[in-house]
C-alpha cells in the first residue's frame, strides 16, 4: 500500500525569499541530481492561514521505500552541505504526517 509524506516546515517570519532561494539554487537542484526528484509529488507555500511555511508531499512504496529515501537523501553530501546545513537555520518547527489513500476518490 502506497505511503504519502507531508512534510511542512515553518519558517522564522522574514526568512522565506532566502528560503526560496535556496531551494532554488541548491535544495531541489541537488535533488534532482541525486535522482531523488522521483518521489516527489510536489512543493508548496502556504498562502493563508498558517504562512511563513514550506510545505512539500511525496509518494512511497511502502516505509521500506520511504526509509530507504531518506537515508539516501541524508548521506548525499550535496544535499546535506550544500543545501541542508544552509537551510535549517531558517526553520521554526518541523511536522512530518504519514498518510495513506482513503478508499474512495482519486488519488495522486
Same mark, same amino acid.
Given at each position: 500500500?502506497?505511503?504519502?509524506? &507531508?512534510?511542512?516546515?515553518?519558517?522564522?517570519?522574514?526568512?522565506?525569499?532566502?528560503?526560496?532561494?535556496?531551494?532554488?539554487?541548491?535544495?531541489?537542484?541537488?535533488m534532482?541530481?541525486?535522482?531523488?526528484?522521483?518521489? &516527489? +509529488?510536489?512543493?508548496?507555500?502556504?498562502?493563508?492561514?498558517?504562512?511563513?511555511? +514550506? +510545505?512539500? &508531499?511525496?509518494?512511497?512504496?511502502?516505509?521500506?521505500?520511504?526509509?530507504?529515501?531518506?537515508?539516501a537523501?541524508? *548521506?548525499?553530501?550535496?544535499?546535506?552541505?550544500?543545501? *541542508?546545513?544552509?537551510?535549517?537555520? +531558517?526553520?521554526?518547527?518541523q511536522?512530518?504526517? &504519514?498518510?495513506?489513500?482513503?478508499?474512495?476518490?482519486?488519488?495522486?
Amino acid at each position: 500500500m502506497a505511503i504519502y509524506e &507531508l512534510r511542512t516546515y515553518t519558517l522564522y517570519v522574514g526568512k522565506m525569499s532566502e528560503a526560496v532561494k535556496l531551494y532554488t539554487e541548491y535544495g531541489f537542484p541537488a535533488m534532482q541530481r541525486a535522482g531523488f526528484d522521483k518521489k &516527489l +509529488l510536489g512543493y508548496f507555500q502556504g498562502d493563508t492561514g498558517t504562512i511563513n511555511q +514550506l +510545505l512539500h &508531499l511525496w509518494k512511497f512504496d511502502d516505509d521500506a521505500d520511504r526509509r530507504a529515501h531518506w537515508a539516501a537523501v541524508y *548521506a548525499n553530501t550535496e544535499f546535506i552541505e550544500g543545501f *541542508a546545513a544552509r537551510f535549517r537555520p +531558517l526553520v521554526l518547527s518541523q511536522e512530518v504526517k &504519514l498518510l495513506t489513500a482513503a478508499p474512495w476518490g482519486p488519488h495522486p
